[in-house]
């Protein structure tokens, strides 16, 4: 029996569940590059390089594997404009029984491949993406009957599954949760090691060409391009990271820094996230650090809680909550996503720093994306749609299963706290506490009314006073309003009409 097998962009392993039950003799590998999946948003051009070119080297390695793979390039004649067109294609020159892939990550993929068994009147198999550290059912399975769905919970659950930092029945170190201590800003003067930068090779170069020409109008800078783009590469980031960065990855987990745009963050979610590779497995090394005495508890348990909890739960949410959760409003936030978070152009000089970071690099670390754009647009009140859209476009490792969670639940709080149990609003003095930003802005970060004011603040406060009603009743939330009610009614005035006045200005 020929299956036509349909590798996708972000299934680039070996172990991929298609290819273990394919037969090298019989069956035909399609990958395709599709004008659809490269224009769903508006990608930054560094993402689209690493892709396609870790799609070109993954279809060579199959190859030298002694499968038969049938490559479509962008550039190539004719273009599809989707993934069924290039199926359609395939299956025309032809004979098969059977379409096989592996489930697509995001709903709007899924719905396309649902319409395949009509379309092409042959079965297609879709099997489990096996390349999570648990299988989706046992997040279904946690979730089901509880009232409130906290990481943490899940988390700790994960662990006692998998054994991972778990001593005699027990968790390392003797807590879940070592986030108290991993709140340390950084200095400038302490060593940073630098990402590892692979040089590009004909294979990539060729694609930075097409994509530099075909999509110049794109988000981002396609120049300095240092993604690893093969499996082999991406082991070696992950060696470098294990070795130089993850001792104080837990310490300056939440630290900001100008001249450091990587601090001790492992720079991995991009590979991870297309396959190159294994959650698990990363997970694993970085327990083997903690048991050889080279990596504390407190980085080894807050870098495993990234894989193991966030990444595994917010996907279990994503799946869950369904297509219409990136619509989600429950702020009912409208205002039109501002122009600076494509042109980093503007005095907030902590906005500024990540837009440019995020225009040359595709990247910024957990804490740049939450406290920074992410908690601008929530005190903005910037319509959480659009903001989904901008994330989803401009970071290497953005796919909408991870990031919709993140933007909607975590950062906008716009799922109504079905994430987050209070939203992660922040004025101006947290941003200067985690970084250097605020020394080299135009703003002053002490100050809360008047046109110098960090716009942080007053809009801070205006956030809180605008949803008071969804709010206020939150237990959580109980003093920060207590804390508002006292002020003098005069400063009240002063503040609301400071915040006002910026997001007139917007
Ligand atoms: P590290 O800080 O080194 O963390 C280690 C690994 O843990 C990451 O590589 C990643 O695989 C995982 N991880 C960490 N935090 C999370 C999280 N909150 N959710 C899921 N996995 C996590 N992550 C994405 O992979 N894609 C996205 O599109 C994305 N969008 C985000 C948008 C917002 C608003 C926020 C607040 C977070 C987003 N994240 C996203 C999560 C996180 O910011 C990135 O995974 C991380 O910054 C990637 O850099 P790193 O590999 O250096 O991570
Ligand atoms: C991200 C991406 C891009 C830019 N291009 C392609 C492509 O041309 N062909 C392809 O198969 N996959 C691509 N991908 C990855 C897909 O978007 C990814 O598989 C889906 O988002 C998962 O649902
Ligand atoms: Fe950002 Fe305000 Fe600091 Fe300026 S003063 S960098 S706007 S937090």
Redesign the pocket.
């Known amino acids: 029996m020929a299956q036509l097998i349909?590798?996708?962009?972000?299934?680039l392993t070996r172990n991929l569940a298609s290819l273990r039950t394919g037969k090298k003799a019989e069956d035909l590998i399609l990958?395709?590059?599709?004008?659809?999946?490269?224009?769903?948003v508006w990608?930054h051009k560094k993402?689209?390089a690493f892709?396609?070119s870790a799609?070109r080297h993954f279809a060579k390695a199959l190859e030298q594997d002694g499968w038969s793979v049938r490559y479509h390039r962008?550039d190539d004649d004719p273009v599809f404009s989707c993934?069924t067109d290039?199926v359609e294609n395939a299956l025309s020159a032809g004979t098969f029984d059977q379409v096989t892939l592996v489930e697509?990550?995001?709903?709007?993929?899924?719905d396309e491949i649902a319409t395949w068994p009509d379309r092409f009147d042959l079965p297609v198999r879709v099997l489990e993406d096996d390349r999570f550290i648990m299988p989706r059912s046992d997040f279904e399975d946690w979730a089901r009957g509880r009232d409130t769905l906290r990481m943490e919970y899940f988390y700790r659950d994960a662990r006692r599954k998998t054994g991972l930092l778990i001593e005699n029945g027990k968790p390392a170190g003797g807590q879940w949760n070592f986030d108290k201590e991993n709140r340390k800003p950084a200095k400038p003067d302490l060593f940073m090691p630098d990402v590892p930068r692979f040089k590009p090779d004909a294979i990539t170069r060729d694609v930075i060409d097409m994509v530099g020409a075909r999509f110049s109008d794109n988000f981002g800078t396609i120049e300095d391009f240092w993604f690893a783009v093969t499996r082999e590469d991406a082991e070696a980031a992950l060696d470098q990271f294990l070795k130089q960065a993850l001792p104080c990855f837990g310490d300056y987990q939440d630290a900001m820094l100008t001249g450091s745009r990587f601090l001790y963050h492992s720079v991995l979610a991009q590979y991870i996230n297309?396959g190159l590779l294994d959650p698990r497995d990363v997970c694993e090394r970085a327990e083997a650090e903690y048991a050889a005495g080279r990596a504390p508890i407190n980085a080894v348990e807050g870098f495993i809680r990234q894989l193991l909890g966030w990444r595994e739960y917010v996907r279990g949410i994503y799946m869950r909550e369904g297509p219409d959760y990136v619509r989600r409003n429950a702020l009912k936030a409208s205002r039109p996503l501002p122009d600076f978070y494509w042109t980093g152009e503007t005095g907030m000089a902590c906005i500024a720093a990540v837009v440019t970071q995020t225009r040359e690099e595709a990247y910024a670390h957990h804490i740049q994306r939450l406290m920074v754009t992410g908690n601008f647009a929530l005190l903005a009140g910037i319509d959480p749609h659009a903001v989904h859209e901008w994330y989803l476009a401009v970071y290497a490792d953005a796919?909408?299963?991870v990031e919709a969670p993140n933007v909607i639940g975590m950062a906008l709080y716009a799922d109504g706290g079905l994430l987050a149990s209070k939203p992660y609003a922040a004025s101006g003095a947290y941003i200067d506490r985690m970084s250097d930003y605020c020394g080299g802005c135009r703003y002053k970060v002490g100050e809360k009314t008047g046109d110098d004011a960090c716009p942080f603040n007053a809009l801070y406060w205006n956030f809180l006073v605008e949803n008071e009603d969804v709010l206020r009743g939150n237990p959580r939330m109980g003093l920060i309003y207590a804390n508002w009610d006292k002020q003098d009614p005069g400063r009240k005035a002063a503040i609301r009409r400071r915040a006002g006045a910026f997001l007139d200005s917007l």
Not at 6 to 11: I, P, Y
Not at 31 to 40: L, N, P
């Open positions: 349909l590798v996708l962009g972000d299934q990958m395709a590059e599709v004008e659809s999946e490269a224009g769903y990608h993402k689209l892709v396609f799609m962008l993934l290039a697509a990550g995001e709903h709007r993929l899924r297309i796919y909408e299963w």
